[in-house]
C-alpha cells in the first residue's frame, strides 16, 4: 500500500508489510507520517504505542473470509487502544472471489474502500480516500 501511495514501482507480488515501515507524505498540503505495521501475530507488541498517536487508523485487509475475520478479531482487540477515526481498506479487489467493499464493511463495521494495491493507476484514488478521511472530524 505504501508503494502504491508513494508512486514507487510496484511488484505484482502481494508481499506482507513485516515489522514496520515509515513513510512521510504530503497530503492536502500537510506532511503527515504514515506508519505500516505488519499484522503478524509477532509484530502486535508495539501496536499500542503507536495507535495512541495516530490521527487516523486504516485497516487493511486482504478481501477474502478468512483474512477479514483476522482483521476483525486484532480490531477487536486494539480497538481500546484506538483515539482516531477507523477506516478498512479491502485490498486485493481484483482477486477472483474477492468479497466486495460493502461485504466487508459489514463484517468490520466501519467505513470501508476497495482496493487492489498493485494497479499504480489507483493511486490518486488511494490518496483522495485518505484526504477525505483525514479532513472528516
Known amino acids: ?34 506508519w505500516d505495521l505488519g499484522g503478524q501475530e509477532r509484530y502486535q507488541f508495539m501496536w499500542q504505542d503507536f495507535l495512541k498517536g495516530a490521527g487516523l487508523t486504516v485497516l487493511v485487509c486482504d478481501s477474502t473470509e478468512e483474512n477479514v475475520e483476522k482483521t476483525k478479531n486484532i480490531y477487536d ?18 482477486v477472483p472471489g ?14 470501508t474502500y476497495g482496493m487492489s494495491a498493485i494497479k499504480i493507476e489507483l493511486r490518486e484514488r488511494m490518496r483522495n480516500i485518505l484526504e477525505y478521511e483525514i479532513n472528516i472530524k
Open 1 to 34: 500500500m505504501l508503494n502504491l501511495l508513494q508512486g514507487r514501482d510496484i511488484s505484482k507480488e502481494r508481499n506482507p508489510t513485516v515489522g514496520l515501515e515509515i513513510e512521510n507524505s504530503i497530503l492536502n498540503g500537510n506532511k503527515v507520517n504514515i
Open 77 to 94: 482487540k486494539f480497538s481500546r487502544y484506538l483515539t482516531a477515526k477507523v477506516i478498512a481498506i479491502a485490498n486485493k479487489q481484483d
Open 98 to 111: 474477492a468479497l466486495s467493499a460493502k461485504q466487508v464493511q459489514k463484517k468490520m463495521g466501519v467505513r
